[in-house]
């Protein structure tokens, strides 16, 4: 790719113009019915993740950003090329045709933008010998290589076992060779530091399909309404902007998942589950190398980034959160853009673009940024004392401009009622989306489970080398290289993390606000933990640990918080399962109905979509169907495209002539789910034992006309 970026200007005309014929030639073998197997879909990715970002970093002539940047960089400006131009190719939708959101207008369309800015860049760079290519990523097949390309292969041909063959041995020693990585890095000089962020991004690829391809259906919660929008859009081949609703004027949702499942004739269920993970894996390589201007050390940004990826919602509720990933890589790209070595007028282009990107990605973020930038911003200004030339009070207005005109037009409001609500919305967004605790433990309350109790001490301990660690950067700030933009905005992140601690609402747990959070203070938790050591050495007047021997520590805590995390510690010691992929085979084998409960609350077997379909297919539509909230919620939203169904109580009165349907935990072990979250009831307080009125069954899914 750096090669690519340098070409000359004839032979960067020729490249874009070969891969655009390799995607056209593989749509036509479709058409003609000659597909050839897995084709499309590698060259469609391949051609929407990366081309247009190098046209466009072409384009923009952004030479003096690094390798790793630009590379994070054109991924980002693909994403956010995807999005806005199927908005533009929608918006066209209204006036010439209502099926420009499929596959040949899409494919004229931007490909025909893409080969007009590259003729631009043609001619402008024609007399310029542009061929400066002089890799620094230059690495020859090794046996650390080699040993890290075959992590990804390992997690996903165990995520293949797990479905088709049900054991997880594979998916266990994909995590076992993770955690033979962190032990190599900081016990070893062996993998060489120009490997770092491959390895950081093999991790982090490793870890998202470990558990997003344990399943050949969506899990989580906020992924189906995800899904429902998404498939709207295909369904339609339009995006209807008019419904007032958050996650469908969300562009990363409504652009770019069906772009993506048309261009490169991918089932949405696996663009959600392939694609997006992909680009999620982005966000570590940026954490990284931000993390490597502030401490200058290579080995403490590899530790601090491999316990950010070991936070348990990291893999697990992000890969439900389709939109929130695709935010959470604008926002660090916005940072990596501010601290780069740009020119001062492509930093704030760069930067106004991707705020763009973000707001349009999903409101959550984009409002808990838009009330705390200020705070850092004063903490950067009057604690710090420091001016900055990006962020700025005019950049933080722009940023309120751009939500502010985004929620106007398409919320369906007037512009006085917009006013009026926004600051509703806002708390609503920010509570509902990132503060709400529902789907999890907080690491705070006391868990009745054993593995509860340890990762509740592995979570306040590492908490505590965070704070440790923030008040020794500001108290001595020589030591260290920490710029004041993200000292601020640390400052911020860490507020709100104490602040969670002491709310009824939040708290310090497992969940999307540590997440969050954790972006910008996992490096104090490592910086802590080494202070942590140091004192203790002092307190017990022994000889000081060493720098080496603190990371050796480090790296054994980092070590167990993952294997607790992921699910393999829950397994050993055969305590409340949490893993969709390396404890399913044991929740569904435990005679433990509680066990049965949380895996079965957002996993849906292949049994529970088929009788969904079916359903969907054959049903009366005028006739309500009763279910419990898991499945009215979540299932019939996704694969029925049936929402507003009423959830199933043991209060409920059904009506006469109404559908009752059962999935796979209520049929076999009685469990039904609602009628709020963490509520469960059993299926015997209710009468449905008159066979008469079954009209479908699959011996796992039950569906009654009553």
Known sequence: MEKIINYDAKKFLIFLFSIHCALVGSILLDFLNFPVPILRQVIGFVYLTFVPGIVLHRALKLRKL??????????????????FSGFFINSLGYFFTDALISTIPLTLIIGTILLFLSLICYMRDKNEYNEVYSSTTKTSLSLPLLFLCT?????IIGSYLINFYHTNILAIISIIFIIIVLIIVTFTDLLPKNLYPFSIFIISISILYHNSLASTFLDGWDIHFEYYFANLVLGNSLWDSTIPLNVNAMLSIVMLAPIYSEICNLELTYVFKIVYPFIFSMVPIGIYHIYQKQILNEKIAFISVFYFMSIYTFFTEMLALARQQIAEFFFVLIFLIMLSNLDLFKKRLLMVLFVLGLVTSHYGLSYLILLFMPVGYLFMTYVLKHKSDTYTINFM???????????????QGSVLETIVSIFGHIHESIMDDLFSTRSVELATSTSPFLSGQILRMLYLLSQFFIAIGFITVYLKP????????????????????????????????IHRLYHITSIFLSMFCVVGGFTFFQSISKILHTHPISYKKSLKILSVFFAVFMIFNVGIGQQIIHDNPTSVSINREWAKNSDNL??????YKMHFPSQDVTGTKWLSKNRNSTTKIYADLSSTALLFFSYGMIPGEPILTDHSRIEPGSYVYLRYPNVNYGIMYGPKQGMKWNITDIPLSDQNNLIYSNYDNSIYKL
Not at 69 to 80: A, Y
Not at 397 to 411: A, Q
Not at 594 to 599: A, D, M, Q, R, S
């Open 397 to 411: 207005l722009l940023f309120s401009i751009i939500v502010f005109i985004w929620y106007t037009n398409f919320t």
């Open 478 to 509: 020589e030591d260290f290289k920490i710029s004041n933009e993200y000292f601020g905005f640390s400052f911020v992140f860490l507020s709100v993390l104490i602040t969670s601690f002491f709310t009824s609402s939040t708290g310090m747990n």
């Open 151 to 155: 992590i990804p292969f390992l997690s």
């Open 594 to 599: 509680e066990h049965k409960y949380v895996f």
């Open 66 to 83: 690094t390798f790793l940047e630009s590379f994070i960089c054109i991924v980002g400006l693909s994403m956010l090329f995807i999005m």
